[in-house]
């Protein structure tokens, strides 16, 4: 288990959850396979999983000017799952706070 890393709570994901009510976004590792998602999102929330999209981002080179000179940095690489969960179900990622 573990494979969940964190939910995403953005302003895209947020518009994608308002489009369609049933969709939430996961930060997950990297070497997780849907079935995985599904099994241990389905023993967290407690809910019917439908379907599981993953998206790999790689992580990207960044540099800027400042006045001590060149800095050179990166940015990590992750993996994002959206999950579609069964109609009337939803996620509440507040409760446990």
């Known amino acids: 288990m573990g494979f969940i890393i964190k939910p995403l709570v953005t302003e895209k994901m947020t518009n ?3 489009k369609k009510a049933n969709r939430y976004g996961f930060v997950v590792r990297p070497e997780a396979n849907k079935l ?4 241990e999102i389905e023993s967290l929330y407690n809910v019917t999983v439908e379907d599981v999209n993953t998206l790999r981002y790689a992580g990207k080179r960044s540099s800027r000017y400042t006045k001590a000179g060149l800095v050179k940095g990166q940015r990590n690489a992750f993996k994002k799952a959206i999950v579609t969960v069964k109609d009337g179900e939803t996620i509440d990622f507040y409760s446990n706070i």
Do not use: V
Not at 36 to 39: A, F, G, L, P, W
């Open 16 to 18: 994608i959850t308002e």
């Open 36 to 39: 995985q998602i599904k099994k």
